[in-house]
């Protein structure tokens, strides 16, 4: 069965800590990715690495990070974390494939007080 | 304009309806479609997936995609009470990036 393990279900951090996110995919997938998740927002791209050591922006990376050391392991990490970073976090992986979609994660809710 | 359009609802209907669920897309290079189910507090779990245009068929799930009027539709027949939940469409165009709409929350109510 494929499966994306997030770290954490529920975070709650302090303004200004330093938060790290961890996501592990067991499916040898090249691609992985990082979303927030926010209502009437939808799925928003933070990064994604199609190899190890490899990143790429997505579309709102201001004020995160990534790690990717090994091919299974994507790590979001929240520099400075501020209130409206609370959300849904949510790690997705797939193969380069064109016709295979990503699978995902069960998500972290992060609340930052 | 962004690039996938998907009505957020909520849509209501009885059990046993035929439930038609929609996007629109703007971006001619997207060739692959998908649909996401995601129930409260999960993660999105991949439904189906087509290429280009065309019908797919997955017991009574039928995704469809009409590349002409960048129209993407997933039809539910005979929908049960655990349909409930929100339906992501997306799309993509190369090797990494998927474009998603921002979901469709279905009630399926008894």
């Known amino acids: 069965d494929v499966k994306v393990t997030q770290s954490s279900r529920y975070l709650v951090k302090r303004t200004g800590e330093k938060v790290f996110l961890e996501c592990v995919q067991d499916?040898?997938?090249?691609?992985m990715f990082w979303y927030r998740q926010d209502p009437g927002l939808g799925l928003r791209l933070i990064y994604f690495?199609?190899?190890?050591?490899?990143?790429e922006k997505g579309d709102i990376p201001e004020g995160y990070s990534v790690s990717r050391e090994k091919k299974e392991r994507f790590s979001l990490i929240l520099e400075s974390a501020s209130t409206n970073q609370t959300s849904m976090y949510l790690c997705a992986s797939s193969f380069p494939d064109y016709n295979v979609g990503a699978f995902f994660g069960q998500g972290t809710r992060l609340t930052v007080v | 304009q962004k690039e996938v359009e998907q009505d957020p609802g909520p849509l209501s209907v009885p059990e046993g309806a035929i439930v038609s669920l929609n996007c629109t897309y703007s971006n001619s290079a997207f060739q692959y479609f998908m649909w996401y189910r995601q129930y409260s507090r999960k993660g999105p779990e991949l439904l189906m997936y087509?290429?280009?245009?065309g019908n797919k068929e997955d017991g009574r799930f039928t995704a469809q995609v009409d590349k002409s009027s960048k129209y993407i539709s997933l039809f539910i027949r005979d929908s049960q009470p655990s349909d409930s939940a929100t339906y992501l469409c997306a799309s993509r165009a190369g090797s990494y990036q998927l474009t998603f709409g921002k979901g469709t929350k279905l009630s399926v109510i008894p």
């Open positions: 499916m040898d997938h090249e691609n």
């Open positions: 087509t290429y280009s245009s």
């Open positions: 690495s199609y190899d190890v050591k490899m990143k």
